[in-house]
């Protein structure tokens, strides 16, 4: 369509422009015609709607934003109504340089103001390109908003050379606005030291993995991945890593396009008590100092970590290892004692689902140099902890664990051995009388007929320790009732809000009461708290005092006393 200025056409677009002010009142001006090149680019004011209309197929305008500080910037664009739900417009935003950050496209008959996510971007300058993608010479308005913050990405980032500059302890903003965007930041460590990593986002309405974030060193060697869904929005806290002093980068990739904000951060915390990455070689091992525990992670299942051991003399050693509890029985490292031509010597598995302090027997060993390495064999990303000592002696050992038991019910005692770093820890377990109760090299107790018996744990290092606990073993109590009127139970909500947790579940007929129960093991023993309620109500509040992950349980009683069957157990998180 042909532009043509003659009388009647400028008398059409001073009526369209006044119509159009009327529609678009906040607007606070217009595009300067022409504005169809960045070097005539029509300059925007912060937080202010300027109207525009692209007259001809041909039309393109441009708009010029000035960031003066480092900040957050969002777009927001509106228009009239057009009867199509096709796109009508696109809309571009470059770096001075026509480096496209993003486009936007806009439906007709989406009338409501659509305001992108923030975008964080460096100070400088900006354009904005609004081309038609059909039905053009329809009227629409643009603003920009803009904040200053030193806590958003700088794009563009999209490589480690441009990465974003990040400090300890502070959360950075940022948005992956297309599938193929990535996002770098960089991280300058000081000292050697620990550092963990933490993840949040807005929710997204899928169980699907949106992003990918990986952790180089400063050759761009990749330590280890982590990947996000959409629905999970609590903030994830990685396990810690660490690293010797150095510059480190953080990649931010998108594995679904959602364009959504997340938020990064990372703790640094100095310490000499870490493994320094990258140690997976023996030759890069890190140094263990007698008697001092060094904190390690097996990042990926193909991890390894090697640690050496200077012995100015000869010396009986041990090898105490410990971890965070991860719930398996299966093995999930294994530990190697290697010599100085990588000989190995002895060897031992760590267990997930104990996490106490597990200590070899006392090895001797010639003056020289020594290697532990640990590898991952059922892979876990949990921290764990290993020491070398020298031989010390056990002084006292305490027994732990319940002091009593129901026929044909198992327990599980506990031996605790002082001092802290005795070289050889292990115990051998008795009872006085096996009549009463067994136990097993483990400290497993088994109950077999009502009475006490006495429990021993002696130390295997021959300092003649012992601790013993009696133990009393009662029959069982009579059987509960059930009732043929009130059926199981469901639960259908648990919340929390303090230390009270909010119990709701479905109403039972005939029932004349509940009974709602909360411990921190399955089998509702430890830390149980009960609690009983009317027929008539279905909902309960519990002051509970434990965090952590806890199990929660309903169940209704009949006007005769017996008992409907339990609901399915509800495993819950108290923060």
Excluded at 12 to 31: Q, R, T, W, Y
Aim: aromatic fraction near 12%; hydrophobic fraction near 35%.
């Amino acid at each position: 369509m042909k532009k043509v200025f003659n009388k009647c056409f400028i008398g059409m677009l001073f009526a369209a422009l006044i119509l159009f002010a009327k529609v678009d009142a906040s607007a606070n001006s217009g595009e300067v015609e022409p504005n169809n090149t960045m070097d005539k680019a029509t300059l925007l004011v912060n937080d202010a709607f300027t109207s525009g209309n692209l007259m001809d197929g041909d039309d393109v305008d441009y708009y010029k934003i000035v960031i003066p500080q480092d900040g957050r910037v969002n777009i927001s664009f509106k228009h009239e109504y057009i009867d199509t739900s096709s796109y009508v417009w696109n809309v571009k935003m470059y770096d001075a340089q026509r480096h496209e950050y993003t486009d936007w496209d806009y439906s007709g008959n989406v009338i409501e103001t659509i305001t992108t996510p923030n975008m964080g971007l460096a100070a400088g300058t900006y354009y904005l390109e609004v081309d038609d993608l059909s039905f053009y010479d329809n009227p629409y308005s643009i603003k920009y908003s803009y904040m200053p913050s030193s806590e958003w990405e700088k794009e563009f980032n999209e490589r480690y050379d441009e990465a974003t500059l990040m400090s300890n302890n502070t959360i950075m903003n940022g948005n992956l606005m297309k599938s193929e965007d990535k996002d770098f930041y960089k991280i300058v460590l000081p000292q050697d030291g620990s550092m963990k990593f933490s993840f949040g986002h807005t929710y997204i309405e899928t169980g699907s993995y949106i992003w990918r974030v990986k952790l180089y060193d400063a050759n761009l060697h990749e330590f280890v991945d982590w990947e996000y869904a959409g629905n999970v929005i609590e903030t994830i806290v990685e396990p810690g890593i660490g690293l010797p002093a150095g510059t480190y980068y953080i990649e931010v990739s998108s594995l679904s396009a959602y364009d959504e904000n997340y938020q990064i951060k990372y703790s640094y915390t100095a310490s000499d008590a870490w493994e320094k990455e990258r140690n997976e070689l023996f030759n890069t091992a890190s140094d263990l100092t007698i008697d001092t525990y060094i904190n390690g992670n097996t990042m990926t299942s193909d991890d390894i970590d090697f640690y050496k051991i200077v012995l100015p003399s000869n010396a009986y050693i041990s090898l105490s290892f410990m971890h965070d509890y991860e719930d398996t029985r299966s093995s999930c490292w294994e530990a190697y004692l290697l010599d100085s031509s990588l000989r190995e010597l002895s060897d031992w598995d760590y267990y997930g689902n104990d996490p106490n302090e597990n200590s070899t027997p006392n090895m001797g060993l010639f003056a020289g140099t020594y290697y532990i390495k640990v590898r991952s064999t059922s892979w876990t990303d949990v921290n764990y902890k290993l020491k070398v000592s020298q031989a010390v002696p056990v002084s006292s050992i305490e027994i732990k664990g319940v002091t009593g038991a129901y026929v044909g019910e198992s327990a599980q005692l506990t031996a605790y051995v002082l001092p802290e770093n005795a070289t050889d820890k292990t115990v051998t377990w008795s009872s006085s009388d096996t009549s009463v109760a067994t136990i097993d090299n483990h400290g497993v107790i088994k109950c077999i007929k009502s009475g006490t018996t006495t429990v021993k744990a002696k130390a295997n290092d021959g300092s003649e320790a012992v601790g013993s606990m009696v133990f009393t073993v009662k029959d069982k109590p009579a059987t509960e009732e059930k009732s043929s009127i009130v059926k199981k139970a469901t639960i259908k909500k648990v919340s929390s809000k303090g230390k009270k947790v909010k119990v709701t579940w479905k109403k039972l007929n005939s029932a004349d009461k509940y009974e709602v129960q909360i411990a921190t093991d399955k089998k509702f023993t430890n830390n149980l708290k009960k609690a009983k309620v009317k027929g008539n109500m279905q909902k309960a509040s519990i002051k509970y005092k434990k965090r952590g992950t806890v199990y929660i349980r309903v169940r209704g009683i009949d006007r005769f006393g017996k008992f409907g069957a339990w609901s399915k157990v509800k495993k819950f998180k108290i923060k």
